[in-house]
């Protein structure tokens, strides 16, 4: 579904990414790890085409999308949920997603339009259905709780319909309940809606459970890529990235 | 049909509004209510479509009064020429009209262009310069603007359609229905998925970005249509004054109108019409009390901005609330 | 809309094109003055000083009133850099400060009855007349002859002392401790204030330096200027453009940039007399549209 093809970054003599190749399957679930600064959000950045790669390729179910706008790249089919949730504060859960909808429609430019059209509303509450936030659906973006403000952030990116789904960091800033709730969603969305997810997560218990396929970055390489037992096997990355402490998880 | 059962509480509104404001003229002979009307219809249309720029979209333009003193000057000057009034005869006045408006869209659509790529300062200040170029144009082309002295002579206003503009009550019924469909058209403005796209790139344009949202675009198409608007706030003056003048294009005209929309408060649609009322008001009576207005209103912008912190109007309504409560 | 002939007279003459370049220099000069105190403010507290202008009139009007009890002009230039400095950190502490971090909304709002309050103030104090200090007694001297022109001392004064001036500045923000307390802050206020540094008073000494700035701007023009109130709104604007120029933050550029407006305008009054403001208009739409970091900075303003 998602190729990338020796991509190369730096940032002022800085490499940032190097010479990565990493291919995504239709409808796999992987994630990337590495230490901080391993260049996990850059890569991140690269696909979504907030920065662009010095020089390599990003396919999309074979066309190359490397040098579209971020926006572009959005109504390709690439949707990307942020470290920080990213959400609007003071529209409502469902305004948010209805005009998410919008965009998604193409009908977000129509000056005289109604928002609060049929159409947009059942839309939107299909997807409040499925994200399971009916409950708090007309509570603003700002009021609502940080866990719930990241499932929004990943339910705004769903709303585009995307072919793969990009999570960066999903379970950052919460607790361990929290947390394993979240991961449960993040099973469920991916199994619902059948998107080809990728996400970028520093909780190896995490990353081992629910991973078909996990990527290691360090420095900015790709240092192994393979199956839960194969990177937990490879002495680059035990190494590099995992420690002494490997052994006990 | 469905837009009209959608926006059948606005357009009673509107209709009410309008019969109100028309009856006004019917059974009160003195012109003072009058023409304090008018200059609320002028300068409202400037501080609620400076609203949608600031509130809506969040882009807060220091130069909005540009736009006002462009509709008031191309219409003037449309209507002083003569071989216009004769070509165009008895449709001289609607016709200046929409031209005058999309003369204003046009420019405003060049100084968009530059200035909606740039972050929320420089935005600003942009607009401000680009008013003053104008406001300096105004002032030193003499033979077409009359400079200083602004444009004189009068504006003729051949009468059309039965409606005969150069008599006192035809012209503020005339401006009084002009007046409530642009209030009106904002609101459908502010109701529509434009409106909540805008709201979307105030709150966090990037991200809007990445759900699709074409920013630059929409930021430009809502600057456009908020200077047309000014404009026909500019329009109702040049009308109402049967002239027009540079103080229009200077920049406290802005700053007033910023402050307009504060003591409304950004947050209520009808909110800056409020705050039109009431500086139009203050600085009414200021001016019967002193000759230095401009001290006596700044220490009241200088109280309310670091003392409330908010609006007057969103002040009592919290105050309200919180008895309530 | 050009006048090539009159363009072509005075710069076939080296006296004509040695009176409008020293006339230009001295408008730049005065200029990046301003706009060096304005892009200063920025380029440390992050905030526009949309009532810059206001202390180049206060500069102007303290040293009128100097020079009219003291009689020394250079005294009359240092008492209005002062004033203006003073009132300058008055500004800050009290008013501007208190609308740090919130909408620019405010502090547009507080700027612009700031100004409201003091044009006001200094028509009450000095009258709405135009008033004229003159040249100075210290600078009625014989002009320079270069190139045939003439240069009045007080023009060849004005012009190096500005650039010391900007100089200095230059140097206590990059070389001297307070500069670097400064800049410091700027990057992480809590940082530095945790080392036990009072930085809500740097900040404030800071604008009122960039205050100050305005203000000799203002002294020093004073006898090539006419004073009135409202006098510091045209130049607010102008030093805007230069700071768009020059690129925001930045000193030298300013400097450039100021000297190309100064050049053009005196150019222009020849030239293109109804067009001059026009064309800085133009030239900074165009920095805008194709370097709208401005010329001497790298970094984004988007």
Redesign the interface.
Known sequence: MLNIKNINKSFGGVVATNNVSLSFEEGSLSSIIGPNGAGKTTLFNLITGKIKPDSGEILLAGENITNLSPREIVLKGIGRAFQIANIFPTLTVKEALMASLASRLGISEKLFKPFYSKDLQNKSEELLDTLEMNDISDDLCSNISHGDQKVLDIGLALSLEPKVLMLDEPTAGMGPEERWQMVSTIERLWKLKNVTLIFIEHDMDIVFKISQKINVLRYGSLIASGNSSEIKKNKEVIDAYLGEDFESI | MNFIKFHKKDIYISIISLLILISIALFIEHPWPRDFLVSIFSFGLLAMSLNMLIGFAGMVSFGHAAFFALGAYAFGLLLQNENFVMYFGQFSIPIAFVLSVLITGLYSAIIGIICVRLNDIYFAFLTLAFQMFLYSVIVSWVSLTGGDQGLMGGIPRPPFLGIDLSDSIHRYIFCSIIFVLCIFILRILNKSNFGYTLRLIRDNSERAEFIGIRVLRVKLICFVIASMMASVGGIIMALFTSGAYPEWAFWTQSGEAIFMIMLGGVSIFIGPLVGTILLRSINDIVQIYSSHSDLVIGIIIMIVVLGLRKGLVEYFLEKISFKKK | MIDVDALLNCFGVASCAVNQLTSGLIIGMLLFLVASGLTLI?GVL?V?N?AHGTFYMLGAYFAFSTYLLTESYLLSALIGALGAGFFGILFERF?IS??YGQ????Q???C??????T???V??IWGSEYLSMGVPDEFRLPPFRVFGGFVPPLYAFLIILSLVIGVITIFLISKTRFGSIVRAAAENAKMVSALGIRVPLYFALLFGLGCALAGIAGALGAPVRSLTPGMG??IL?ES??VT?IGG?GSIPGALIAALILGITRSIGSVGFP?FV??MM?VI??LV??FK?TGLFVKGS??
């Open positions: 920025f992050n526009i949309f008013l208190k609308v909408d620019i909304l405010m547009l709002l507080v612009y009855a700031f100004i409201l309050i044009d006001d103030l028509k009450i709104f045209g604007i805007f453009i768009v925001m109804l403001d026009g208009f900074m739409a805008l549209i709208p303003s988007k």
